[in-house]
């Protein structure tokens, strides 16, 4: 039959829809498990088999003859899919997890009918279960303060930790955005950074006074290392790119410096840049754009977050609030 359903589509999300390694491993791991659920007719594993390449992802699961699942999710039905997500609901997965699972199989049989593999989309009928609401973690200015304080010395990783957490809480990146810079991204005459972003998408983030100073600093104790990955900005000890993994574990070090929380991630950092913007003013369109968020619904969140924040302040400020 040649190359599997599943497999098709994943390198359409990948060469046409420009999606990342990492939204493409969980596209993956929802539709081994779904092919799982199918073949064995049975609970689905509590965690999925994800395929380390495109080449039969999902329909080789559990020794499957690939034809035959290949013409089982064309003969799929609005009842197999709530046999499934009854499944998952019973196995306590979470309403956000669910309603992942749902968009990847919706999109997969979305891409099925376009290239006239079957002329029905089951999900259609499936409801995508409500979504309970959560804040974002957030540090008030005064935690952010006291954390980018914390790497305290001259030499050249604890310069580059600084220059790290001021260009994170500066740009509101992700942390996988802030592995990826590159020397020729920062313009410094501009006081910009070029980001690439989720979908390969690019966009400038300003650079504020203090980032840029702490970024300055770092680059030139770099200039005299010995560096092996001459495009990267972040390196590790060895002079290569440094890992995502890397930045957690140093912002973990920090957090323990300064006091905070040591549940806070990168992103919290980026949750408290727009925040913060918001909480002093900023548009909320712009705030969209330096976080590189396609749909303006997704920006929406911390308009939630500023408003509790203000109640608040109406709480203990005024008189005749209580």
């Known amino acids: 039959m040649g190359r599997s359903l599943t497999s098709r589509f994943l390198s359409y999300l990948e060469n046409e829809r420009n999606f990342s390694a990492h939204t493409i491993r969980s596209y993956a791991s929802d539709l081994v498990q779904f092919v799982e659920f199918l073949t064995a007719d049975g609970a689905p594993p509590a965690v999925p088999a994800t395929a380390s390449d495109h080449d039969g992802a999902g329909e080789g699961a559990a020794g499957a003859d690939p034809d035959t699942v290949s013409q089982r999710l064309r ?23 669910i ?19 079957t002329d029905h989309n089951p999900v259609k009928a499936i409801r995508t279960p409500r979504q309970e609401k959560r804040l974002p973690k957030f540090l ?14 001259d030499d050249l990783l604890t310069l580059r930790d600084a220059a790290m957490l001021e260009v994170l809480y500066s740009t509101g990146v992700r942390v996988s955005e802030l592995v990826g810079l590159d020397l020729e991204d920062i313009d ?41 990955d001459a495009d990267a900005v972040f390196l590790n000890r060895h002079g290569r790119r440094l890992a995502a993994r890397s930045v957690r574990r140093k912002l973990a070090k920090y957090l323990a410096v300064a006091g905070l929380d040591p549940s806070v991630s990168p992103h919290t950092l980026r949750h408290s840049f727009a925040t913060h913007m918001l909480e002093r003013g900023a548009d909320l369109r712009a705030v969209q754009e330096l976080l590189g968020h396609r749909s303006l619904s997704t920006t929406q969140i911390y308009t939630h977050v500023t408003a509790s924040r203000l109640k608040e302040i109406y709480e203990s400020a005024h008189p005749r609030a209580g």
């Open 99 to 117: 309603a992942r699972k749902i968009a990847t199989l919706r999109s997969f049989y979305k891409f099925l009918a376009r290239e006239g593999v």
């Open 140 to 153: 008030r200015p005064a935690e952010v303060e006291r954390l980018l304080a914390a790497p305290d010395g």
């Open 75 to 97: 003969q799929v039905t609005p009842v197999d899919l709530r046999r499934f997500l009854a499944i998952l609901r019973r196995a306590e997965y979470s309403r956000s997890t």
């Open 188 to 228: 410094p005459i501009a006081e910009v950074v070029r980001v690439r972003g989720k979908g390969r998408r690019e966009r400038l983030a300003p650079l504020g006074s203090y980032a840029l100073r702490a970024l300055n600093r770092y680059l030139e104790a770099r200039a005299e290392a010995d560096v092996k």
